[in-house]
């Protein structure tokens, strides 16, 4: 058993020369194409993709983890690209999937984004959150979510239990059953502010087909017009 790493343990930095980084063989959970995060890392992407196909990157509840500078890319039937349990920052980056992958990142753990597209996920039909299925805590600042697709909350499902703040943020052309952007099924509010919805202020739909729609219990502060 690995001993969890100490609070003041320096970081490891890793460097990405850009391009992509694919792997063979299509990873399994006997053979994940990632190691499991457990430690404090930083990762400089260096404007590289990540190609993850059949397993996701999987960040451990003692994860420390920031990635800047890179696009995480889902791939076949990779289920979720990102798994989050620890403590995971992502900085000017973007995040996408292909059509048969179940969505972008499952967060339980803490989740910052921070100048990050989350675009054209199209999550299976019977997964919900598109781009997060959160339940844990995500905060963003300048995030944009645009093109994405689940069953329910096409860009983001806030789950019981979990807890969502995110600061101008934009939602474009995402699609869903039932909160084409954003579903909440906790009993506590969403929290969006200077939040962009393109056509004003979104509408509550959480039973049919919409685009940018809204379930109950998220409260919207749009930005301010120009």
Partial sequence: ???????????????LDGGTYAFAAVGTAQTPQFPLLSGHVILHGGAATLAVEGTPIRLSPTAKVTMRHVRI?????????L?????????????????GAEGGIA????????RVTLGAVRGR?????????NTGSTAGTCTAFLANHASQGGALYNAEGGAVMLTKATFSGN??????AIFNADAAAVLIEEGYFGGGMPSINELTFGTDTLSERVDVQLAAAD
């Avoid at 058993?1 to 460097?15: C, K, Q």
């Fill in 175 to 180: 699609t869903a059953n039932g909160g084409g």
């Fill in 125 to 133: 039909t019977a997964a919900p959150g598109g781009a997060i299925f």
């Fill in 107 to 114: 967060n339980a753990g803490r989740l910052t984004l921070v």
């Fill in 1 to 15: 058993n690995s001993a969890a790493p100490r609070p003041d343990a320096l970081p490891v930095h890793i460097y």
């Fill in 73 to 81: 890319e889902g791939r076949g039937e990779a289920g979720r690209s």
């Fill in 83 to 99: 798994l989050n349990e620890g403590t995971l920052t992502i900085e000017d980056s973007q995040i996408s999937a292909l059509s």
